[in-house]
């Protein structure tokens, strides 16, 4: 299960916070993932990176914010514009983006009241 | 835009016997078709994946069919274990540089 790792496991917050998720891998992948999922809902993806300082806005960008400032690090900020921010996320990685496998991490949970 | 549509939502199988997972995709420049299994409370991790070079990929239980003209794959499980028990995914590698993943089956494998 090494790899790809994501922190904390479980994450509380009140509303109107903002609270970023961290993700990390020493896969030496180019490319990284955040997807969000709720029950019913399969994968959805919120943003990904191919390469270092660059990111692109998935199907559900809205009132998230992300960084890749170095090559290991995909952290993904939930801020208090996401409606509806309490989910499962799951950060994933593949050596190339497009027609690669992609690794999970093991997923935070976030719930926010 | 991409889409892709995975049936049923739910399945239920006696141990021993067959599931067949089917998704669709719209997207005609897909070439990469991968299957991943959620167990509860874990990651998902890939099981197998097929590339539209072919039509059929198997691995000892597991088999995917892919049928480019008709845009739709499908995972074939025999000899069903409830060790097999999980939410299944499948995915279509597009032309965005990501996957579009469909919403997942849950398979109930029953002793």
């Known amino acids: 299960d090494g790899g790809i790792t994501q922190s904390p496991k479980y994450l509380f917050r009140k509303e109107g916070q903002n609270v970023t998720l961290s993700c990390e891998q020493n896969?030496?992948?180019?490319?990284m993932y955040w997807y969000r999922q709720d029950p019913g809902q399969g994968l959805r993806l919120i943003y990904y990176s191919q390469i270092v300082n660059d990111f692109q806005k998935g199907d559900i960008a809205e009132g998230y914010s992300v960084s890749r400032e170095k090559k290991e690090s995909f952290p993904l900020t939930v801020t208090s514009a996401q409606k509806n921010p309490t989910a499962f996320y799951l950060c994933a990685s593949s050596s190339l983006a497009g027609d690669y496998e992609q690794y999970f991490g093991p997923g935070t949970r976030l719930t926010v009241t | 835009g991409e889409n892709v549509e995975q049936h049923p939502s739910t399945l239920s199988v006696q141990e021993g016997d067959s599931a067949v997972i089917k998704c669709t995709y719209s997207?005609?420049?897909?070439?990469?078709f991968p299957w991943y299994k959620q167990e509860l409370g874990k990651r998902p991790q890939l099981i197998i994946d097929?590339?539209?070079?072919?039509g059929e990929k198997k691995d000892q239980r597991i088999a995917v069919t892919l049928n480019k003209t008709a845009k739709h794959f499908s995972l074939h499980i025999t000899e069903t274990q409830p060790e097999d028990s999980a939410v299944y995914f499948c995915?279509?590698?597009?032309?965005?540089?990501?996957?579009?993943f469909g919403k997942g089956t849950k398979l109930s494998v029953k002793p």
């Open positions: 997207d005609s420049a897909s070439n990469y």
């Open positions: 995915a279509d590698g597009g032309s965005q540089g990501n996957l579009i």
């Open positions: 896969l030496n992948h180019d490319a």
């Open positions: 097929i590339r539209s070079n072919v």
